[in-house]
């Protein structure tokens, strides 16, 4: 009796459709310890389709955190959505958004954030094809608390150039990196020196069209340009200040140059240049003369040879 429930529990896996599991998302937990009331936290969700065919997945939230989160394409953090289309073989990066209610209780807080495929969709392999569905949970702890944080310490600053021509800007790029739990709009002090002495002293506030750096989150604002037209050849010194709320938070420096452009010798220059760019050229002819001024004295030498014997 026993060997007959063996064999029917054989014969029952291999008539069992096979299922193709192509949904995965990244399972390390999420943490956050230090939650300010009305904050609005981001992390990254990334999620990954091995199949050959476009799937479509939807994501959701789960637990006590159910109604905290929303979730954005990166390149659309207005329009919040909940279904989308994964490519074949392909990678979806999305931005969960946690808004942490104002009046919440301090405490811990738990759930998870969840990536599936949509019931009905059909999975195919190469003997048969089911429905399946497939759900991957991602856990989410989150910490309320009153104890306020503030780190932009990661920030980068990125000048276009660190050697300009005469009367070309100077254009630095600032890519915020807030690790704090709270959102920031930082205003930024430039202060530009030659020789010790100031020669640009300007403050930039945070654009009024950005959107401020949510805790957690990395964003790019658009790049801060100072002219430089009438400064004189040499070696200047940036200093960047930034403050929220007249603290200052952070300060980078950095060193570039001015000077002339060089102008090229329009004519020398282009001969030498051309001589650079075809010496394999030129050394080929040379090769070619030199065989056949060699051939040519050589039909001399025969010939007088020759013309001793005639």
């Known amino acids: 009796m026993k060997k007959c429930q063996i064999f029917i529990l054989l ?7 096979k299922f193709v599991f192509a949904l995965g998302q990244m399972t390390q937990p999420i943490v956050i310890e230090n939650a300010l009331r009305g904050e609005r936290i981001q992390q990254e ?15 959701g939230a789960e637990g006590q955190i159910k109604d905290w989160v929303k979730f954005f394409l990166t390149e659309d953090l207005k329009n919040q959505f909940a279904t989308t289309t994964i490519p074949a073989q392909g990678t979806l990066r999305v931005i969960a958004i946690l808004d942490i209610p104002s009046d919440v209780l301090n405490g811990e807080y738990k759930g998870s954030i969840s990536v599936s495929n949509l019931p009905g969709e059909i999975v195919k392999s190469e003997e048969s094809s089911a429905a399946v569905l497939q759900k991957i949970d991602r856990k989410v702890t989150i910490v309320v608390s009153d104890k306020q944080e503030i780190s932009i310490k990661n920030t980068s600053v990125i000048p276009n150039d660190y050697d300009l021509n005469i009367g070309e800007p100077l254009s630095i790029r600032i890519i915020y990196d807030n690790q704090g739990n709270v959102g920031l709009s930082p205003q930024v002090h430039l202060k530009i020196k030659k020789d010790e002495k100031n020669v640009y002293d300007v403050i930039y506030p945070y654009p009024e069209d950005e959107p401020k750096v949510n805790p957690k989150a990395q964003y790019e604002i658009k790049p801060i340009i100072a002219q430089t037209y009438d400064w004189p050849e040499g070696k200047y010194s940036a200093q960047l200040g930034f403050y929220h709320k007249d603290e200052l938070l952070l300060e980078k420096q950095f060193q570039f140059s001015i000077s002339k452009e060089e102008e090229e010798d329009v004519f020398g220059g282009g001969i030498i240049n051309n001589i650079e760019s075809s010496w394999p050229l030129i050394l080929m002819a040379l090769m070619l003369i030199f065989i056949v001024i060699w051939q ?15």
């Open 45 to 59: 969700i990334i999620a990954v389709n091995s199949d050959k065919q476009p799937i479509v997945v939807k994501f």
């Open 11 to 17: 014969i029952s896996f291999l008539l069992v459709p």
């Open 296 to 310: 040519f004295r050589k039909n001399i030498k025969i010939r007088k040879e020759l013309n001793k014997f005639i």
